[in-house]
C-alpha cells in the first residue's frame, strides 16, 4: 500500500510540475484528498456494520469532531511533513523507469479520487440495501 501511495504522491508531483503550479502542496492536497475519501468511506461503512447507519448516529458531538479532524487536516499535514524535498527527490530516482509511467496518461492518474468516491458511493448505495 505504502508503495502506490508513494507512486501517486510522485505521479501527481509530476503532474504538477508540467502544469508549473507548486508541486510539492499541489501533489500532497491531491494525495490526501484521494486519502481523506478513503478514510471517510471506511469509517462510515464501519459505522454501519457496527450499528447498521452510515452517519455515525451513535456517537457524541466530540467525536464526530475528532473523526473529521482526523479524517480531512491530519491526512494534509502528515503528507505534506512526510514528502519532503529529500523524500521527493528518493522517489524521482525509484520510479524514473517504471513501466506504469508511460502506460498510465496524467488524466487516469488523476481521475483515481473519482473512481475512489464513486465506488465508495456505490459501495453505500449497495449496503444501505440492507438496512
Known amino acids: 500500500m505504502k508503495k502506490i501511495i ?4 510522485y505521479r501527481y508531483y509530476l503532474v504538477c510540475l508540467k502544469n508549473e503550479e507548486f508541486p510539492r502542496f499541489g501533489a500532497a492536497c491531491i494525495l490526501s484528498e484521494v486519502i481523506s475519501i478513503t478514510y471517510m468511506f471506511a469509517s462510515f461503512i464501519f459505522s454501519f456494520f457496527l450499528t447498521g447507519d452510515f ?35 528518493v522517489l524521482f530516482e525509484k520510479f524514473q523507469d517504471n513501466i506504469y509511467n508511460a502506460k498510465y496518461s496524467d488524466k487516469a492518474v488523476l481521475s483515481i479520487r473519482y473512481i475512489v468516491l464513486t ?10 440495501q440492507f438496512q
Open 6 to 9: 508513494d507512486y501517486l504522491f
Open 55 to 89: 452517519f455515525f448516529s451513535y456517537m457524541s458531538k466530540l467525536t464526530i469532531l475528532i473523526v473529521w479532524i482526523i479524517g480531512f487536516i491530519l491526512p494534509w499535514i502528515v503528507v505534506y511533513i512526510y514528502y519532503n524535498k529529500k523524500r521527493t527527490l
Open 119 to 128: 465506488v465508495g458511493l456505490l459501495l453505500m448505495l449497495f449496503l444501505s
